[in-house]
């Protein structure tokens, strides 16, 4: 079983950055498509970003296009989620999760990934 472990979040004012860490153990993100979800209170756990095997191929959800960037450094079996220009809707627990081999869709659905990590919280408030 991969351990995924977030870290990086915490309290941002309106219009900043963050940037969350997604580390793997056994350094073996090179084998696994990695996406990023988050949860706010009351809602469902929705799709934000995710990135290939290769870390060639990424994909976002509408609301966050031209703001956050996901990628990976398989040296370090790390993925990042660099989150600028963030908004009070950004507030809410974000994951990041792992499934084995590629993905050829679906990739932003949370039901197709079996490796998750216990979450990291933002809050963009002033």
């Known amino acids: 079983q991969l351990q995924l472990v977030e870290s990086g979040g915490g309290l941002v004012q309106p219009g900043g950055s963050l940037r969350l860490s997604c580390a793997a153990s056994?350094?073996?993100?090179?084998?696994?498509?990695v996406g990023w979800f988050r949860q706010a209170p009351g809602q469902e756990r929705e799709g934000v970003a995710s990135?290939?095997?290769?870390?060639?191929?990424?994909n976002y959800d509408d609301s966050v296009k031209g703001r956050f960037t996901i990628s990976k450094d398989n040296t370090k079996g790390t993925v990042y989620l660099q989150m600028n220009s963030l908004e009070p809707e950004d507030t809410a627990i974000y994951y990041c999760?792992?499934?084995?081999?590629?993905?050829?869709?679906?990739?932003?659905?949370?039901?197709?990934?079996?490796?998750w990590g216990q979450g990291t919280q933002v809050t963009v408030s002033s």
């Open positions: 990135i290939s095997t290769s870390g060639k191929t990424t």
């Open positions: 056994g350094l073996i993100t090179n084998y696994y498509t």
């Open positions: 999760a792992a499934k084995l081999g590629p993905l050829y869709s679906g990739s932003l659905y949370p039901g197709v990934y079996d490796n």
